[in-house]
């Protein structure tokens, strides 16, 4: 099975740079995905990760190191808009691909002015 | 980029009814959707995995007869909650595969059973 798990809530301050966390245990799995979800809408994808190190994409960055079973989602220049909640996904292994997606607990991450 | 939608957005029923919410991709074919649940401050829970052509798979936990699964054509996949409660009062949100490794997600319905 996976357990996924992540900080329940987080805040920083706008202009500011933030590191999101998330560790897991599992069997095995195909990649980890971060996901932006704001209140009331849909997950929005951000990054993932197959490989051991870091993707670069904006402000945005993921790292990934899976023999320690760790990830973190860095924000950097922090805007009003990036408050939400961050999710970690891991695809486990089997079918074809990146099948179904295990989501962790979830971040919820404030911005103040 | 790709587009899936969800009808309806919002749905208010009461208790003991069905409930359809339909989750379509609009621009590309979909084999395989997704549908989650989430409850209020928590993280999206996979439900069942819809194929075209297919039976869907049902996580555990999930009961495959109150929440029916029907993938009929390429673009569009329905659930059905059959017999809603109050407890099944939730954010339903669906997803399809736009390639290997790319989900992307509907709106999301947010059912309300009174």
């Known amino acids: 099975g996976q357990n996924i798990d992540q900080p329940t809530e987080m805040t920083a301050t706008e202009g500011a740079i933030v590191q999101i966390n998330c560790t897991y245990q599992?069997?095995?799995?195909?990649?980890l995905f971060w996901y932006q979800q704001h209140a009331g809408e849909a997950p929005t994808f951000l990054s993932y990760?197959?490989?051991?190190g870091l993707e670069e994409k904006g402000r945005f960055s993921s790292f990934l190191s899976r023999s320690k079973g760790y990830s973190y989602l860095l924000l950097k220049e922090l805007q009003m808009k990036d408050s939400a909640s961050y999710l970690c996904?891991?695809?486990?292994?089997?079918?074809?691909?990146?099948?179904?997606?295990?989501f962790g607990t979830g971040t919820r991450l404030l911005v103040s002015p | 980029g790709a587009v899936v939608s969800q009808h309806p957005s919002w749905v208010i029923c009461k208790s003991g009814t069905s409930v359809k919410i339909e989750c379509r991709s609009l621009?590309?074919?979909?084999?395989?959707m997704f549908w989650y649940r989430q409850f209020p401050k928590q993280s999206l829970m996979l439900m069942a995995t819809s194929n075209e052509g297919s039976k869907a798979t049902y996580e555990q936990g999930v009961e495959k007869d109150k929440f029916l699964i029907n993938h009929a054509s390429l673009t569009l996949s329905t659930l059905t909650v059959t017999s809603a409660h109050p407890e099944d009062s939730s954010f339903y949100i669906c997803?399809?595969?736009?390639?290997?490794?790319?989900?992307?997600f509907g709106p999301g319905t947010r059912l309300t059973v009174l």
């Open positions: 996904a891991v695809s486990p292994p089997g079918g074809t691909g990146f099948q179904k997606l295990v």
């Open positions: 997803s399809a595969m736009g390639g290997i490794n790319e989900q992307f």
């Open positions: 599992t069997s095995g799995f195909n990649g």
């Open positions: 990760n197959v490989l051991d």
């Open positions: 621009d590309f074919q979909a084999t395989t």
